[in-house]
């Protein structure tokens, strides 16, 4: 018998175990929309829900057990777990507009309002208390000092939300925070609360309505005042976004309770990473239509899938797409060799090593023999590739961007150079390191391999980071994501752009400044770019307009941001 008549027997034997082992039965969470809310009165949506489930399941029981979520307060709808039979069963019911699986979607991870010419006005301040501004992200860290209420009075009348108080505290500022998590699963140091443990919602709700906190920084780097867009607004907390993802049924629950607690604004910096062909797939869609049929702004951020084009996530219409722009500040970090060449890299390092000369090696020179490597994948400095008691007490060069490259720093590493070969030139945003890190371009990677193989024994030392002016600013950033609209490409997205890199504004300390566990820094501010914090630039604008117009709808607040310079 041959190999391939081997291989062709053995496949097939593998295809049948798998079709044999496939439980096509297990139940998955969907979502089912139907549209608004049905206008007979004494009605209740609540059991529709049920007794449409239990006509498809069998039992009361098991329509019980199905059910997850039911959208009743602000449209019609609910989560259940089906088979794809039972999916398919009650697409065809009477009232459904669309039957999906539940997918998740991402995170899109102070002087930018002074860049930004938006100045805090006493005369909109009054009005501004009034408005709530909603954010669905990963929660908040409510005693952070950005959430201080001191001075501001009782919740506005129209609010009718509520604070789930595990583990969680509101104030007259957090004024309702509430979590959803469908899955019912917590990784690590997650909490079951609004409580923020990632970093991302603490820094989006502080950058669009943050208090004024004067002598602000990162670890002295970009020291000023920070606050939000709207410092005087009230905050309301819809936790749906957890280390594995931000799932639809969640999102879609969240937007249900918000509309109806009253919020004026909604902040949504996530979105789908995945292709959607039509708006019924998309809860941010979906939900923020709702938002829009009562009144309520949505401000959605475009996506860090950029620069290709068509890679804009949030296409829907009736929502502010935001796209992220640089501002007048960069973070560098010098690479000083031991020749007396200074190569300016960009990275936001916190590190001081003093001036202090360390020994310099190439990742292709500490090649881990024993694991099969070579200089080739050495270079690039991944875990396995690295002879790590060669690297230990040094300055290593990888000729990587990848976050992999960090894996040696368990191994005693003084400090890392990256070279960014995407581009000829340093990239237009700052990341953070667990470790002296800096970033440089090719052209410097060439004079530092040149100084290398020089001498016998290399030297270099990183210096901690500094911010310099952007004069180019502002500009739209390398990673946001651009249109065209993959659904409606007759409709320009995104729809404006906002401050997205390098943004402070306040942090979890339950969660390391630079994303990497090894990391033991911890602290209530941080530097992050991304379009989820331009999102929230342009939400905090429409808090702005809205509390100065507070009749305008989400249609004329949109026209006024997009159409004044």
Not at 127 to 143: H, N
Not at 272 to 294: K, L, P, Q, T
Not at 400 to 418: A, C, E, F, K, Q
Request: a negative charge; charged letters at 15%; aromatic letters at 10%.
């Amino acid at each position: 018998m041959t190999n391939r008549s081997m291989f062709s027997i053995l496949y097939a034997v593998l295809l049948a175990s798998l079709v044999l082992n496939c439980n096509c039965d297990e139940r998955k969470l969907h979502i089912v929309y139907m549209g608004n809310l049905p206008q007979r009165e004494g009605l209740s949506v609540a059991s529709t829900h049920h007794t449409m489930l239990q006509s498809v399941l069998g039992s009361a029981f098991s329509a019980k057990e199905s059910l997850v979520y039911s959208y009743e307060r602000s449209f019609n709808g609910f989560a259940a777990k089906l088979t794809n039979k039972e999916a398919t069963k009650i697409a065809k019911m009477e009232g459904v507009v669309s039957v999906k699986p539940n997918r998740k979607s991402t995170l899109h991870t102070t002087r930018s309002w002074d860049f930004s010419g938006l100045s805090v006005g006493k005369a909109v301040a009054s009005q501004e208390g009034d408005i709530i501004i909603g954010l669905l992200d990963t929660g908040v860290w409510p005693e952070h000092p950005s959430f201080n209420d001191t001075g501001y009075g009782p919740p506005p009348a129209k609010w009718k939300g509520t604070c789930q108080t595990t583990n969680f505290t509101c104030n007259n500022k957090i004024i309702g925070a509430r979590y959803y998590n469908s899955e019912g699963y917590y990784d690590g140091n997650e909490i079951p609360s609004p409580r923020d443990t990632e970093g991302h919602g603490t820094h989006t709700s502080s950058t669009a309505a943050g208090i004024e906190l004067p002598g602000t920084s990162f670890y002295g780097l970009a020291e000023g005042v920070a606050r939000g867009g709207a410092p005087t607004a009230r905050i309301a907390v819809y936790k749906v976004c957890w280390s594995s993802g931000c799932d639809d049924a969640d999102i879609l629950k969240a937007f249900d309770d918000a509309i109806a607690d009253g919020v004026d604004i909604l902040s949504v910096s996530l979105g789908a990473n995945y292709y959607i062909s039509h708006y019924f797939e998309d809860s941010i869609a979906v939900g923020s239509f709702h938002a829009m049929r009562n009144g309520i702004f949505t401000s959605n951020s475009a996506g860090n899938e950029g620069p290709d084009p068509a890679s804009i996530s949030n296409n829907a219409p009736w929502t502010l797409t935001v796209a992220a722009s640089t501002i007048d500040r960069k973070f560098v970090a010098n690479l000083v060799l031991g020749n007396g060449q200074i190569l300016t890299g960009i990275a936001i390092n916190t590190f001081n090593l003093n001036g202090t000369s360390y020994p310099l090696i190439w990742g292709g020179d500490a090649v881990n023999y024993t694991f099969g490597s070579s200089p080739d994948y050495a270079r690039y400095c991944g875990e396995e590739d690295i002879n790590h008691d060669m690297v230990a007490g040094k300055i290593v060069l990888c000729e990587s961007i990848s976050r992999h490259s960090h894996d040696i720093l368990s191994n005693g590493t003084v400090g890392i150079v990256l070279v960014q070969y995407i581009t000829a030139v340093n990239p237009d945003y700052a990341f953070n390191y667990p470790l002296p890190t800096t970033l440089i371009s090719p052209d410097d990677a060439k004079k530092a391999m040149d100084y290398i193989r020089s001498t016998k024994y290399p030297v270099a030392t990183i210096m901690v980071g500094e911010t310099w002016k952007d004069e180019v600013a502002p500009r739209v950033v390398s990673f946001s994501s651009r249109g065209p609209s993959s659904i409606s490409p007759n409709i320009l997205k995104p729809d404006i752009s906002a401050p997205g890199v390098d943004i402070l504004a306040g942090w979890s300390p339950l969660s390391p400044p630079s994303f990497y566990d090894e990391d033991t820094r911890s602290g209530f501010f941080n530097v992050v770019s991304g379009t989820s914090m331009a999102c929230p630039h342009a939400s905090a604008t429409a808090a702005y307009v809205k509390a100065a117009h507070p009749d305008w709808s989400p249609a004329a607040i949109k026209s006024a941001i997009m159409t004044s310079g």
